[in-house]
């Protein structure tokens, strides 16, 4: 999975590089244009509105490429005018998209879109290629406990045979020093069903997961009268334990490989993310001074 969303963060930067090349060669080509008229007509009217002319005549003439001819006749710039004219078509929509949510923002006085930031530059096609392979990855998580017996199959299962130790043996329990090992043994079926979160690019909290749910209540009694749990009781930080060393170390990939900082909804997202770790993680963890270090002097 890191993979997948390490591709697609690739695929957005070199799109974006693409669309700003296409850009800059068509101001310059204006520019250029526009200068030598002025500098012909000098500073007046006339002149600035056959700059202008000239300008846009300079951006639509960047588009039609010269024919260039292969060994067989065929024109190599035709893809790539093609390929050209659709980047340019994909730039207008969500420029005017853009403008539509800005226009809406402000009517609803809402913190408007700040120019230069970006939701994404990802095509539809890209996007669809992405969620399908994402699909499949997480359906290959889906089976890989399929074959496993019951008891071992479900973190339900798991979970409800350690707390019975805890509960019945105790002395054993201790002696085992099951606290340290627990994250061990609970962190494979976290780590499966984290595939399924995706800090930057879904509101979507682990806080709403099933692990986290089920290991939250860990060696709480359901009736509320069985063994009650002391402040001392190591148990009590299996899911801290957990988010830092299952968890924590996901976002820290995201942020180091992923990470849109022109994204406006993955930013927002990423904090988001980084909100939810703090609040679950010790401050003096040595990964959480590792993630902050990332995030103040970012690469």
């Known amino acids: 999975m890191k993979k997948l969303h390490e591709d697609r963060a690739s695929a957005i930067f070199e799109r974006r590089t693409t669309n700003n090349d296409d850009e800059m060669i068509e101001v310059e080509a204006a520019i250029k244009a526009a200068m030598s008229v002025l500098d012909k007509k000098g500073n007046n009217m006339e002149a600035a509105k056959s700059a202008a002319q000239?300008?846009?005549?300079?951006?639509?003439?960047?588009?039609?490429?010269?024919?260039?001819?292969?060994?067989?006749?065929?024109?190599?710039?035709?893809?790539?005018?093609?390929?050209?004219?659709?980047?340019?078509?994909a730039r207008q929509r969500k420029r005017s998209q853009a403008f539509n949510s800005n226009k809406l923002a402000y009517m609803e006085l809402d913190d408007p879109k700040i120019e230069g930031e970006s939701n994404t530059d990802e095509s539809d096609s890209e996007s669809q290629a992405y969620q399908s392979q994402r699909d499949l990855v997480q359906r290959a998580a889906d089976e890989i406990f399929s074959e496993a017996s019951e008891e071992y199959g479900q973190l339900s299962f798991v979970k409800r045979r350690m707390e019975e130790w805890k509960r019945e043996y105790s002395s054993s329990y201790k002696d085992a020093y099951m606290s340290l090992n627990l994250p061990l043994v609970f962190s494979p079926y976290v780590r499966?069903?984290?595939?399924?979160?995706?800090?930057?690019?879904?509101?979507?909290?682990?806080?709403?997961?099933k692990w986290y749910k089920l290991l939250f209540t860990y060696g709480l009694p359901e009736d509320g009268k069985d063994f009650v749990q002391d402040d001392g009781d190591a148990d009590l930080e299996l899911v801290p334990n957990l988010v830092a060393k299952v968890a924590l170390p996901i976002l820290h990939y995201e942020i180091s490989h992923c990470w849109d900082m022109l994204?406006?909804?993955?930013?927002?997202?990423?904090?988001?993310a980084t909100k939810l770790i703090v609040q679950q993680v010790s401050h003096e963890s040595e990964a959480l001074a590792d993630y902050n270090f990332l995030i103040l002097h970012p690469q």
């Open 192 to 209: 499966l069903e984290l595939l399924r979160w995706d800090p930057l690019h879904k509101g979507l909290d682990f806080q709403e997961m």
């Open 54 to 89: 000239e300008a846009f005549a300079a951006v639509r003439k960047q588009k039609d490429l010269p024919v260039k001819l292969d060994e067989f006749g065929r024109d190599l710039n035709i893809e790539k005018q093609m390929q050209m004219k659709v980047r340019a078509e």
């Open 263 to 272: 994204g406006q909804q993955e930013t927002v997202n990423a904090i988001a």
